[in-house]
């Protein structure tokens, strides 16, 4: 079956643009993350989606992002007023439920780069 | 807060050459241990599930084994196809997985 796909798969961007980044995940799955990884370093936790809410939002570094998850199943990362540290690569994943116990499933990430 | 460390960052192998990773952890209450394979310009590939202290699970070359405080990833007899970077995460009190920095495994034919 399908896997989690995210497009673009790559952004150029200047600062202080806005960027939208999109996540379609597996169908039926009802929990939904978005990750950031930085080069040589694992990747990091921004927000998860169970349905269409965000129970957890801890990992946004600011208020200049923001994401939304309408039907509960395609997720949109939204980052206002783009810096140059917000070069890296978004990853999106998702979970059939809670996944304290369930593994995540990945997609492959969209790059973006600041110029 | 949890967090995960991985050693070593970068490991070399002959092909056929067997060897571990590891995989060092702090969690207040370990709900999962996951091991996942990333290969370059790719999304992590989930490889491993692991609950409880003593649990072990294989995979073709790839077995994993946990304890309290750390997880192995043995690899044997290993091939060029094998090589990737390999990351560990734990999920505990919240629904969010903590990543280690992963391992950089390179398998010369």
């Known amino acids: 079956g399908a896997g989690v796909s995210q497009t673009p798969s790559n952004k150029v961007t200047e600062k202080g643009k806005y960027v939208e980044l999109r996540c379609d995940p597996i169908?039926?799955?009802?929990?939904l993350y978005w990750y950031r990884q930085s080069l040589g370093q694992g990747p990091e936790f921004l927000i998860y989606?169970?349905?269409?809410?965000?129970?957890?939002d801890s990992g946004l570094p600011n208020d200049r992002f923001f994401a939304v998850r309408p039907e509960g199943s395609v997720s949109t990362l939204k980052i206002q007023r783009t810096e140059r540290g917000d070069s890296a690569v978004y990853l999106c994943?998702?979970?059939?439920?809670?996944?304290?116990?369930?593994?995540?499933?990945f997609g492959p990430g969209t790059r973006l780069t600041v110029l | 807060e949890d967090q995960v460390t991985q050693s070593p960052e970068a490991l070399r192998l002959q092909e056929g050459e067997s060897s571990s990773l590891n995989c060092s952890y702090t969690?207040?209450?370990?709900?999962?241990l996951f091991w996942y394979r990333q290969d370059p310009g790719k999304g992590p590939e989930f490889l491993f599930t692991l609950y409880s202290a003593g649990e072990e699970k294989e995979k073709e070359r790839l077995k994993a084994t946990l304890t309290k405080k750390e997880s192995f990833l043995h690899i044997t007899a290993p091939k060029p196809e094998d090589s990737a970077t390999y990351l560990c995460a734990v999920s505990g009190g919240s629904e969010k997985l903590v990543f280690g920095k992963g391992t950089k495994l390179t398998v010369n034919p």
């Open positions: 169908s039926g799955h009802t929990a």
């Open positions: 969690v207040s209450g370990l709900r999962g």
């Open positions: 989606f169970q349905g269409t809410g965000a129970a957890d």
């Open positions: 994943a998702s979970s059939p439920g809670r996944s304290s116990y369930n593994e995540q499933f």
